[in-house]
């Protein structure tokens, strides 16, 4: 009503002057000054909850609270300069003894030099050309917020030129402050006011509106758990998460995992087919309740899969070698081979494929391997296990020639001497493979002893055997042999039966 009313008395000013018009303007700003001081109180109370609100959730609200707290200085510095306009409109049409502090009354309201000379002097900066370019400044600004509601910014604060019938332009400028009698330019420049304290009130109620426009809403509440490993070894502690989890069962969002759509329920399920750590991500969508676009959430996650595990021992053979390479199978169930680490005090521990090997040192009658596992980025203890350390039990001699390895007591053919060579190891059944070397021997052949340097019969010790009958027993003794680490071993003499 009061906008229809400042329509029709400025269309009067084109006919009419009277006074009886201007003491009508006069109306229309006191009306709009009492709709104003309402709606400022509106904002201030709009303002105040909103900050309540940040001060109780700033992560939420902080963001959008500070987007009205600009968009109140904004406001203020626009209506500012509007109110100091109407106080120098006042100030150059009634004096500056006369001049009402705040521009509500002007006693030369018929004047219609003052508002022209003072908006659009004929040098110099135009005041009313500056408040034009402020109101397009604050009109973009308000779109930028919300460009939903550009159509109304544009028409509220319309600051468009206007053609003529004879073709000419008259500028907004020029529509607003040209030959505009005093009384009418106060209410004029109060109606911008008031568009402004609209404008603000309407942005304060979509910026709060904002806070909680991401949010999804829910129907039903439901507890989960959500333990940082169901394994857990004795002496850690078990931790976990027991959270209130809400959800929209008529809106149930879709699971998707290394691309592949789940059921309803979100279940994911896969075969172990070998063990090591196994690592997956996907992402879940949802249509974003402010927007109505989709939207996704993204994961990844990880588990470990391990050989079904089972101890078993035998305490009489807990037993390792000095100086020898003892390999190790260590394992801890539910943890990968990699986050797994061993230690052995006073001996060399090295990892070799998917064993360790350990190497106790001479003169120690027992020691310790220790495991540790890195379980969720924790180095624990996973035992300790004592073992006696021994030195290598001396190996056997035997003949060998074409992979066939003649024990003492056997009949080897002459022809087969020239061919083959002592070796030395724990024979075809022994629980140790461990390398040794013979490096000398002694062998007596028809009563007289000849000595070979190397692990090979000489061609003296052939001949010799070349000259005797079948059945001559050859004896072999002084076998020395080498082990690991330089091991140096006596061997026990062998018989063979030339045949």
Not at 210 to 218: E, F, I, K, L, P
Not at 401 to 415: D, I, R, T
């Amino acid at each position: 009503m009061i906008g229809m009313m400042y329509l029709v008395l400025t269309a009067m000013l084109a006919l009419n002057v009277s006074t009886d018009v201007l003491n009508a303007f006069k109306l229309v700003d006191d009306s709009l000054h009492s709709t104003l001081s309402s709606t400022e109180s509106r904002n201030a109370a709009m303002m105040n909850d909103f900050r309540a609100i940040r001060d109780d959730n700033p992560q939420k609200a902080g963001e959008w609270y500070n987007k009205a707290v600009e968009l109140t200085q904004r406001s203020d510095s626009l209506y500012n300069f509007i109110q100091d306009f109407k106080y120098q409109i006042v100030l150059a049409t009634d004096g500056e003894k006369k001049a009402d502090p705040e521009a509500r009354v002007v006693e030369g309201k018929d004047n219609r030099d003052v508002t022209s000379h003072y908006a659009l002097p004929d040098a110099g900066e135009q005041p009313g050309v500056v408040l034009k370019n402020k109101i397009i400044e604050y009109r973009n600004y308000l779109i930028s917020l919300d460009p939903a509601k550009e159509a109304d910014f544009n028409a509220i604060f319309n600051t468009d030129d206007k053609i003529k019938e004879d073709g000419d332009v008259d500028s907004w400028e020029e529509q607003m402050f040209h030959d505009m009698p005093s009384g009418a330019t106060l209410p004029l420049m109060t109606k911008l006011q008031n568009d402004i304290r609209n404008a603000q009130s309407t942005m304060i109620q979509y910026l709060r509106e904002r806070t909680d426009a991401g949010d999804v809403r829910v129907n039903k509440l439901d507890a989960y758990v959500i333990p940082e490993s169901k394994y857990v070894m004795r002496g850690d502690k078990y931790r976990a998460k027991i959270i209130m989890a809400g959800i929209d069962s008529t809106k149930s969002p879709e699971y998707f995992v290394d691309g592949v759509k789940l059921n309803a329920r979100g279940e994911y399920e896969v075969s172990a087919s070998s063990v090591g750590t196994k690592k997956y991500s996907g992402w879940i969508a949802y249509v974003d309740p402010a927007s109505g676009e989709e939207k996704k959430l993204n994961f990844n996650s990880e588990y470990i899969v391990s050989e079904p595990a089972v101890t078993i021992s035998n305490t009489e053979l807990n037993v390792m070698y000095s100086k020898h390479e003892n390999p190790f199978s260590i394992s801890v169930p539910g943890v990968s081979s990699d986050k797994v680490s061993v230690s052995v005090p006073g001996a060399t521990v090295r990892k070799q494929n998917n064993l360790w090997i350990i190497v106790p040192p001479e003169k120690v009658k027992e020691i310790s391997i220790n495991v540790t596992a890195d379980i969720d980025g924790k180095k624990l203890s996973m035992g300790t296990r004592t073992y006696r350390v021994r030195p290598l039990p001396p190996p056997s001699a035997f003949f060998s020639v074409g992979g066939k390895e003649f024990a003492s007591g056997s009949k080897v053919p002459y022809s087969r001497f020239d061919k083959g060579e002592l070796v030395a190891s724990y024979g075809p059944d022994g629980l140790l493979q461990v390398p040794w070397k013979i490096t000398s021997f002694a062998a007596t052949i028809g009563g007289i002893t000849y000595n070979s340097k190397s692990n090979k019969f000489t061609k003296e010790q052939l001949n010799r055997m070349a000259k005797l009958d079948n059945g001559t027993p050859i004896v072999i003794s002084e076998i020395d042999a080498v082990g690991e680490g330089g091991v140096k071993q006596r061997l026990t003499s062998i018989v063979l039966v030339l045949n």
